[in-house]
């Protein structure tokens, strides 16, 4: 079967002012979110790509188009399923915020009881994103064949769950992993089992210098956090 690569956006906006974007339009890459874009095709140089497949969200297609700009040839599918997170009324709320609400300790520690006011449940939102990639991958091998690679941009937490099912791990432990802006994670699936290759590579270092205030609480960053300062 195919080869998939999950790239998370770039670091938005909405990340460095630490804001829940969910899916609020007009969130956009920042510049530092606009250069990782820009270094996405030397990432992959060399590597065969039958196609592109985005999350609807302007975040996600700002960070395919210099991929798809060093590569015209390559085509762009728009896929709605693995779109963010619907978190309804939390969208566009600070994080800060949202942290004393009763709901992220069932986010943090029992994701798959999580349901959003207004929005939609996280079991619903691994359900459509696992099926997306599933379809994807039916249709990329019938059309390129089994050894076909393809690219998929997608959002933190839709990541999180796709890596969950590939490993076989319930949702409830997707928290356990984390993926940062522009992170590329490769997943290989065969027809017994698929195979985790790469989790959110950025190259960058950077990240596991130690911080002035390190966060003990050990909570996840819900929709994957801005990464490395």
Same mark, same amino acid.
């Given at each position: &079967?195919?080869?998939?690569?999950?790239?998370?956006?770039?670091?938005? @906006?909405?990340?460095?002012?630490?804001?829940?974007?969910?899916? &609020?339009?007009?969130?956009?890459?920042?510049?530092?979110?606009?250069?990782?874009?820009?270094?996405?095709?030397?990432?992959?140089?060399?590597?065969?790509?039958?196609?592109?497949?985005?999350?609807?969200?302007?975040?996600?297609?700002? @960070?395919?188009?210099?991929?798809?700009?060093?590569?015209?040839?390559?085509?762009?599918?728009?896929?709605?399923?693995?779109?963010?997170?619907?978190?309804?009324?939390?969208?566009?709320?600070?994080?800060?915020?949202?942290?004393?609400?009763?709901? &992220?300790?069932?986010?943090?520690? +029992?994701?798959?009881?999580?349901?959003?006011?207004?929005?939609?449940?996280?079991?619903?939102?691994?359900?459509?994103?696992?099926?997306?990639?599933?379809?994807?991958?039916?249709?990329?091998?019938?059309? +390129?064949?089994?050894?076909? @690679?393809?690219?998929?941009?997608? +959002?933190?937490?839709?990541?999180?769950?796709?890596?969950?099912?590939?490993?076989?791990? +319930?949702?409830?432990?997707?928290?356990?992993?984390?993926?940062?802006?522009?992170?590329?994670?490769?997943?290989?699936? @065969?027809?017994?089992?698929?195979?985790?290759?790469?989790?959110?590579?950025?190259?960058?270092?950077?990240?596991?210098?130690?911080?002035?205030?390190?966060?003990?609480?050990?909570?996840?960053?819900?929709?994957?956090?801005?990464?490395?300062?």
């Amino acid at each position: &079967m195919a080869t998939l690569i999950l790239v998370r956006h770039g670091r938005s @906006t909405a990340n460095t002012s630490g804001v829940l974007a969910g899916r &609020m339009p007009g969130v956009a890459l920042d510049e530092r979110g606009a250069a990782q874009a820009a270094a996405l095709p030397g990432r992959l140089a060399g590597v065969p790509l039958a196609a592109a497949v985005s999350s609807p969200l302007q975040r996600c297609q700002e @960070t395919l188009r210099p991929l798809l700009d060093a590569r015209p040839d390559l085509p762009l599918h728009v896929e709605e399923r693995i779109s963010e997170c619907d978190y309804g009324d939390w969208s566009g709320r600070k994080l800060a915020e949202l942290s004393d609400d009763p709901l &992220m300790e069932v986010v943090q520690a +029992h994701a798959s009881a999580a349901a959003f006011p207004g929005g939609e449940s996280m079991r619903a939102m691994q359900n459509r994103a696992v099926e997306a990639v599933r379809d994807w991958n039916a249709r990329i091998e019938a059309e +390129h064949g089994e050894d076909a @690679t393809y690219v998929m941009c997608s +959002h933190g937490d839709i990541v999180k769950s796709i890596v969950a099912d590939a490993l076989g791990l +319930h949702l409830d432990l997707f928290q356990r992993i984390h993926v940062d802006p522009c992170s590329v994670t490769v997943i290989r699936y @065969t027809r017994l089992r698929p195979f985790l290759l790469r989790l959110g590579d950025t190259g960058d270092f950077a990240g596991l210098v130690p911080r002035e205030a390190p966060d003990s609480s050990g909570a996840a960053e819900v929709g994957g956090g801005a990464g490395a300062p």
